[in-house]
């Protein structure tokens, strides 16, 4: 039996009101606490690493070697990754000042928001969940995160991490189903993260607006993948067969259809019928690393995909065992755009595949529909079609000849646009979005001509000088400064280039007459 997970939303607003209090103090803001909590947070996961594996492969059946990839180790990048540069995000930013406004110093300070709170996804309970926390305390907030209700054996184990490595003044978990999901969103956070489908992430953007909370939503969609005629079937195949069937297909950037270009649309379908059996042999059910769907409501969402008349044609898989919530991985030959696997997200181990002629014709399909979290392109690297994709589409992120792994590069934002979500995670640009960006302008009390000409009365002597200042905002304080050094200097060689001239006659005169006596005196030509 899975744990029960408490769902009280009356302790909320007490945890909340505790880690205000804790922020005020600017306890958070020592960047050398930070580190300290990012560290307890890393040592954490490596020696409760047994217990969390054991907690997802109960929830996701995601066996322990499947979760070291594609959970506990991105996490523990994402972790030291904040560690190695926080201090540099954290330092503030010199900008430059307008003439007319000064003499100023301007610069932008990283602020933290306050408490940040974190709400995750079932799906990769740990992934989704870990990386946020750990941008939100680099940033210096105070942190409260909710793990999924559906996941509980891996939200209790959390909870118990977070008691055990955690400064409690500072971070907390909540637990909690769905009343306290709907609660918890109400309260007055100062900044958001969640991650789930794009009907929650509405929902939770539109409680949020009504206290006015910058959020971020990391939100899914229909990932599309083009193979096109000069793709290499081999790597297209693997890379393909690996990122829609990994975690059963429960994976927010799993290409979620294809098309395949008619002249090797059926050669790339053997090629990933052969894939399939190789990565998961003949029967995927007795796979150890093949995962199972969350629950038996999901399992049966996806076979009435499968059930209802489609139109399209069963290459291979279709099998579905609802109380053991196994679906086979599954391709589906050109099902019609119109059946429910095509309108929505399918965020299960099918994959619908098309044929295709012309680029025109894919680009026109993507922008016809909602912008998706990522695009995938199989091709030659100096496509003109993949960069048509890259410029005419609108998507989260674009990868190039795989699937999946530009989420693990910290150094690239990860986050969607449109229907897909906004604001992103990881590294530096997941930093930026859980801070404010504070501007500071430092003025100097210098009040004589001009600077004195903001004053009333305003003569005509004044407004025309307050014309000519304002029509030159273009112009900084650095760009005034090299200006008038470059004049100073150029004004002293005019003044002495009389005395320059005298001085290279005498000088010159002087070598000339040097080199005449040495000649004489040694007899030499």
């Known amino acids: 039996m899975p744990p029960v997970i408490p769902d009280d939303p009356s302790v909320i607003r007490p945890t909340l009101e505790a880690l205000k209090k804790t922020f005020l ?42 979760n070291f990839m594609a959970s506990t180790t991105p996490c523990l990048n994402e972790i030291e990754d904040c560690i190695r540069n926080v201090r540099k995000w954290a330092k503030p930013e010199k900008t430059n000042t307008p003439l007319p406004l000064g003499p100023a110093k301007s610069y932008i300070v990283p602020e933290p928001y ?29 942190v409260v995160a909710k793990p999924s209700e559906m996941a509980p054996h891996t939200s209790n184990v959390v909870a118990e991490l977070f008691e055990k490595y955690m400064d409690k003044d500072c971070y907390r978990i909540i637990e909690g189903q769905v009343q306290v999901a709907i609660a918890i969103t109400k309260e007055k956070f100062d900044v958001l993260v969640f991650t789930g489908s794009p009907e929650k992430g509405r929902l939770v953007a539109k409680a949020a607006a009504e206290n006015l909370i910058p959020c971020v939503l990391e939100l899914g969609g229909k990932s599309p993948t083009i193979v096109d005629r000069d793709a290499d079937l081999d790597n297209a195949a693997m890379r393909i067969v690996t990122g829609r069937f990994l975690n059963a297909g429960q994976t927010c950037i799993a290409p979620d259809y294809c098309f395949a270009h008619k002249d090797i649309k059926e050669k790339f379908l053997a090629k990933v019928k052969e894939y399939k059996e190789k990565f998961h042999g003949q029967d995927p059910k007795q796979d150890p690393h093949y995962a199972r769907m969350i629950n038996e409501w999901h399992t049966e969402r996806i076979k009435s995909y499968l059930d209802e008349k489609h139109g399209g044609k069963i290459v291979f898989g279709g099998e579905v065992d609802i109380k053991q919530k196994y679906v086979a991985p599954t391709v589906v030959d050109s099902p019609s755009f119109n059946c429910k696997m095509m309108q929505d997200e399918i965020f299960g181990p099918i994959l619908p595949v098309y044929e295709f002629s012309d680029i025109d014709t894919v680009i026109k399909f993507i922008n016809d529909r909602e912008k998706p979290l990522a695009l995938y392109y199989y091709g030659s690297n100096s496509s003109k079609s993949k960069e048509r994709l890259i410029n005419e589409t609108s998507s989260g992120a674009v990868m190039v000849n795989d699937s999946l792994f530009h989420i693990l590069n910290s150094e690239l934002p990860f986050g969607g646009v449109g229907n897909s979500g906004y604001g992103a995670c990881h590294g530096k640009q997941g930093f930026d979005c859980l801070t404010h960006k504070k501007p500071v302008m430092e003025k100097y009390a210098i009040n004589m001509f001009p600077f004195n000409a903001r004053y009333p009365p305003y003569t005509t002597g004044k407004q025309k000088l307050i014309k000519l200042l304002f029509g030159s905002f273009s112009i900084t304080q650095y760009d005034a400064l090299r200006a008038l050094i470059f004049l100073i200097v150029l004004a002293v060689i005019i003044m002495n280039w009389s005395c320059l001239k005298t001085f290279g006659k005498v000088f010159t005169g002087a070598l000339t007459k040097g080199y005449s006596t040495t000649g004489n005196d040694s007899g030499e030509l």
């Open 25 to 66: 103090t600017g306890k958070t803001k020592d960047i050398s606490f930070r580190i300290k909590q990012l560290k307890n947070l890393a040592r954490g996961l490596k020696e409760m690493s047994a217990k969390l594996d054991e907690a997802i492969q109960k929830d996701i059946g995601l066996s322990p070697f499947m």
């Open 114 to 142: 306050g408490v940040c709170l974190v709400l995750s996804a079932w799906n990769y309970p740990l992934i989704t969940l870990i990386p946020p926390i750990a941008t939100a305390i680099a940033a210096g907030n105070c």
